[in-house]
């Protein structure tokens, strides 16, 4: 559980509910295909639907600062470093104006390119 303190009380979040606003955010961005997710069995990527985002997200909450690793397929012919940049600038906005966590590091990681 995430969760911040302040003198009215305490607020807790679920690992899940910041994973799916990362993932519905990424979403968003212009050049995302989806969202990626590892099968352990074969190693191979696959895409996740729209109900299984999170998946594609692993959350670590250490020492109150929030990272954030996402995995994502992009678009043929997009450049890669602009959607990367939308990515990290929608999310932190999102997840800082939704929940008041403060994110200290976003990680991209393009897992594959659809034409």
């Avoid at 305490?10 to 997710?37: F, K, P, Q, R």
């Avoid at 996740?48 to 012919?77: C, H, P, R």
């Amino acid at each position: 559980m995430i969760g911040i303190s302040n003198e009215h009380g305490n607020i807790e979040y679920s690992d899940e509910v910041i994973a799916n606003i990362v993932g519905l955010s990424t979403m968003e961005c212009y050049g995302v295909v989806g969202m990626a997710s590892k099968s352990a069995a074969d190693g191979l990527w696959q895409l996740l639907k729209i109900e299984n985002l999170s998946k594609g997200v692993k959350i670590n909450y250490k020492n109150e600062e929030l990272t954030i690793e996402l995995f994502v397929v992009v678009q043929y012919g997009t450049k890669i470093s602009v959607i990367a940049n939308n990515i990290i600038q929608r999310i932190r906005y999102n997840i800082e104006s939704y929940t008041g966590l403060k994110v200290s590091c976003i990680t991209v990681n393009v897992q594959g390119i659809r034409v």
